[in-house]
């Protein structure tokens, strides 16, 4: 049988009638395979005028379980009035809700979350890299209702009602049982692995400024984890962890491009004043520092990297290592003194299955788990122009442990593990978080190739202004 976007438990003789059918209904009630452009700008125009400007995603396809065409449209709103707008030139409109977990997600996060659920050995994980490395881009152009291609060491079955462990290739697919005008079913393997099909997206993770929540203080010296923005920007991200750069050694800090430059055609826009925090008294100068470099995703099949190096501003400038977020009562919880926190240590080879740790705006330090090192995303940008959706490849992903171990607002965040040298602890960075998928796994990029990617090749270590005593920030708060 085939494993499909649909649903496994046709036969294949079956698929092969609804195939032939599906072509023939499309050529009967379209009247071509390929949408002519001006044909697509229309139900652009219809959308935007009767549905908004929340829409995400727009494409035609053939609904296995309606038998006929249909238009899918993927929309950001859990307001908008589904039933006021259903059909456009008689074909049946289907709606998607971008940000939401499905009922096979809330079933397989629960069974990720048993103490004996199966993890990859590093011989697997290593075979499906290769697998997905040859393959990932290849399925991302053949397939447009593609979000996410991972892995995972288990198999849902009949939307999660059935788990088998199984070691297997992940797509995120837009919607089941609907396949994109002109386009085929997946297969059932992956070279030597099987393929397993679920409904999901992935977001990168700034904040909007007038997002619920709490303004971050403003850091005369700057600190991880604090917030940031573009001095005229709407987008909330994190600073993830500082550098020396150029032949002076200034210092700077790393973030995401995507929180700095919110509009695609600002991308290659030097010299872009960034603040910290995103809001505050008029009378108050929280310019922190100017964008020197950034890398936006690119259509490549290499390492996709989504970062800003920012020149910190002379007044803003740390004298001494510190956290935003990080009180002695959750050092206590986790056993680690100031001291052993940080020492700048870069690890490029990610421990799989360990604990990992990150600093962020909103969610503060947080823990969780890294489960693979071999993710592939989409972002979802304009559904006018699906030339503006970015591809992110080779990415980890983490799990979350307790609470979400990140979400929006930490984006640039850095990513730890904690690793143990002559029996002293620190935390060495692995990565950056770009972003989430919409069953909580946390995308980070590898932090070597946000170092390369910003022409930081030759740098080993992250700051630490050893010439100061670390500090650490003691709260009052709650351990997360």
């Given at each position: ?235 909330i991200g994190t600073l993830g962890g500082f550098v020396n750069f150029g032949i002076r050694k200034e210092i700077g800090f ?118 693979s090192r071999l993710l592939t995303a989409i972002h979802l940008s304009d559904f006018r122009d699906p030339g503006q959706n ?91």
């Open positions: 049988m085939i494993i499909s976007i649909f649903n496994d438990a046709y036969e294949k003789e079956e698929w092969e009638n609804f195939n032939s059918m599906y072509y023939r209904l499309l050529l009967r009630e379209i009247g071509f395979f390929d949408i002519p452009r001006s044909y697509m700008m229309d139900l652009y125009r219809f959308v935007e005028r009767n549905i908004g400007p929340t829409v995400k995603k727009v494409y035609y396809g053939f609904c296995l379980q309606r038998k006929q065409s249909v238009i899918v449209i993927v929309i950001d709103n859990v307001f908008c009035d589904k039933k006021k707008t259903t059909t456009y030139k008689g074909l049946p409109i289907l709606y998607k809700q971008w940000i939401a977990m499905t009922e096979e997600s809330l079933k397989t996060r629960k069974y990720e979350r048993y103490e004996d659920s199966p993890t990859f050995n590093e011989d697997v994980h290593a075979k499906l890299h290769q697998c997905m490395r040859r393959n990932s881009a290849i399925l991302m152009r053949s397939h447009s209702n593609i979000e996410i291609i991972g892995a995972s060491p288990y198999r849902s079955m009949e939307k999660g009602k059935r788990i088998r462990n199984e070691n297997c290739i992940l797509i995120y697919c837009t919607m089941k049982n609907v396949i994109p005008l002109g386009e085929t079913f997946f297969a059932e393997n992956l070279g030597e692995f099987r393929i397993d099909i679920r409904e999901g997206f992935f977001y990168t993770y700034p904040r909007s400024m007038d997002a619920p929540l709490d303004p971050k203080d403003r850091h005369s010296e700057l600190k991880i984890g604090a917030e940031i923005s573009r001095e005229d920007g709407n987008l790393i973030t995401c491009a995507h929180v700095i430059h919110d509009e695609p055609e600002k991308m290659i826009e030097n010299d872009t004043r960034v603040v910290q925090p995103s809001s505050g008294p008029s009378w108050e100068n929280n310019v922190c520092g100017v964008v020197i470099k950034s890398v936006h995703p690119r259509s490549s099949d290499a390492t996709t990297v989504d970062a800003s190096l920012v020149k910190v501003d002379s007044s803003r400038k740390p004298t001494r290592m510190s956290f935003t977020g990080l009180g002695m009562d959750k050092i206590a919880k986790l056993k680690f003194s100031p001291d052993e926190i940080y020492e700048g240590k870069i690890r490029e080879d990610a421990a799989l299955n360990a604990s990992c740790y990150k600093f962020g705006a909103t969610t503060n330090f947080t823990s969780g788990k890294l489960e970015f591809e992110y490849h080779d990415q980890y992903t983490v799990s979350s442990i307790s609470s979400v171990f990140a979400d929006h607002g930490d984006s640039g965040a850095f990513v730890f593990q904690c690793m143990e040298n002559s029996g002293k602890k620190s935390l060495e960075c692995i990565g950056m978080v770009v972003g989430g998928t919409s069953d909580f796994k946390i995308v980070v990029t590898p932090i070597r190739e946000v170092l390369n990617a910003l022409d930081l090749h030759d740098t080993k270590k992250l700051c630490t202004f050893e010439d100061e005593q670390m500090e650490t920030d003691v709260t009052d708060e709650k351990p997360t």
